[in-house]
């Protein structure tokens, strides 16, 4: 796919890929016997994939627009998700040179990244006061099981991913 057709096609599947994240995160949710959060992050997998091939100015613009929006509507306030997507992608890019020599490589990035947006997410939302978290709790009931999910979720899309965002 030719990169200006990429620039535009780009963001309006990050928008779906946001959508679907929170309704397949509500739903495991909702559908959950066990008090288990399994946060689905298939717009990050994407997004990840698409550092290889799209600017880092307009990948960094696109994600804070998303996290903005995100913010406004699932939050209602602006700041948690406009600073942490941003922040993320800005990391891909410091270890891009790393992160694409194999899939290894990759996968264990999609975990450091996960793991930091979950821990950036929380720590946000604790230094603002807006939850309280016990750290035991957020690891084995949040952290964990959106890791595995993730995993599981990259090993699925990594062939459709990387037909996307890479020559």
């Known amino acids: 796919m030719n990169q200006t057709y990429t620039k535009y096609f780009a963001p309006i599947l990050f928008f779906f890929l946001m959508l679907l994240d929170a309704q397949w995160t509500h739903r495991l949710l909702n559908e959950g016997v066990d008090p288990v959060i399994w ?3 298939l717009m990050l997998i994407f997004m ?3 550092t290889r091939y799209l600017p880092k100015k307009y990948m960094i613009i696109v994600s804070l627009c998303l996290g903005i929006v995100f913010d406004l509507y699932y939050l209602g ?7 942490i997507l941003p922040l993320i992608i800005w990391m891909m890019y ?3 040179k790393f992160l694409f020599e194999n899939i290894f490589n990759l996968f264990f990035g999609l975990i450091i990244f996960i793991t930091s947006f979950e821990i950036l997410n929380v720590g946000l ?3 603002f006061n807006l939850i309280t978290v016990n750290p ?4 084995t009931k949040v952290l964990g099981p959106t890791l ?3 995993m599981v979720l990259f090993c699925v899309s990594f062939f459709p991913a990387k037909k996307l965002f890479w020559n």
């Open 136 to 139: 035991l709790y957020f690891v």
């Open 39 to 41: 946060r689905v992050h």
């Open 77 to 83: 306030l602006i700041g948690i998700y406009a600073v």
């Open 94 to 96: 410091l270890v891009h």
């Open 148 to 150: 595995l999910l993730n």
């Open 125 to 127: 939302q604790l230094m």
């Open 48 to 50: 990840m994939f698409a």
